[in-house]
């Protein structure tokens, strides 16, 4: 990827289970956000945190960002089926463009 | 409150053959982006259309080319379509002075054989 990886590349778990994906990107950035998508089809927004920021919650999602380290997590609480899908990661670099991470595959099991 | 729409939503091409695929912003939205995102991988910028000229580009080759016009709507043309051009391609569409919310389209999905 241009900018950086997402780990795991695949996450199974049962409903009710928390989920936890990592993101690590390359470059500074002003914010980095994380996207949805359900089998190939368009992505969805979940939530932005910018750079000044270190957590940030919505609904069941929290999102960490250390820019120390470069890289952030993405934790869902309570998974549900209807959360089984792709979840990118995806940062500026100090442009107006998003560069995506390499994606986390996530199956959650009724 | 229309979304971001793209058309169409599939289609299928040979070698060699041309393509134009198109999207109309989300209302208000004057910035627009288009991504491809080969099968597995993660969305790739492509170029980024405002006040109807090419701002930014990615590492595409020149068989990529876009447009847009005086409503915002936008267009992709791909010439010469390689195999290796099967993807989805997405578009996603902002306003200039909030880049960061780009609201994607459901994208299209470009089968070359």
């Known amino acids: 990827s241009q900018q950086g990886e997402e780990d795991p590349q695949a996450l199974s778990i049962q409903e009710g289970e928390n989920a936890t994906m990592n993101c690590s990107y390359k470059?500074?950035?002003?914010?980095l956000q994380w996207y949805r998508q359900n089998s190939g089809r368009g992505l969805v927004h979940l939530i932005l945190?910018?750079?000044?920021?270190r957590e940030k919650h919505s609904g069941r999602l929290r999102v960490t960002l250390d820019t120390s380290k470069k890289s952030s997590s993405l934790l869902i609480t309570a998974s549900r089926a209807a959360d089984t899908a792709s979840y990118f990661c995806a940062t500026d670099a100090l442009t107006d463009k998003l560069i995506f991470g390499t994606g986390t595959r996530l199956q959650v099991f009724p | 409150d229309a979304g971001v729409t793209q058309s169409p939503t599939h289609l299928i091409k040979t070698r060699g053959q041309q393509v134009t695929l198109r999207c109309s912003p989300k209302s208000g939205h004057d910035t627009v982006s288009w991504y491809q995102q080969a099968l597995g991988q993660e969305p790739q910028f492509i170029f980024q259309y405002y006040e109807e000229e090419e701002r930014q580009r990615g590492n595409f080759p020149d068989r990529f080319s876009g447009h847009q016009f005086p409503n915002y709507s936008s267009e992709l043309n791909v010439n010469a379509l390689l195999l290796g051009d099967s993807a989805l391609y997405l578009c996603?569409?902002?306003?200039?002075?909030?880049?960061?919310?780009?609201?994607f389209g459901p994208g299209t999905r470009l089968t070359v054989l």
């Open positions: 470059t500074s950035i002003n914010n």
């Open positions: 996603a569409s902002s306003l200039r002075w909030n880049y960061n919310e780009q609201f």
């Open positions: 945190i910018r750079s000044n920021e």
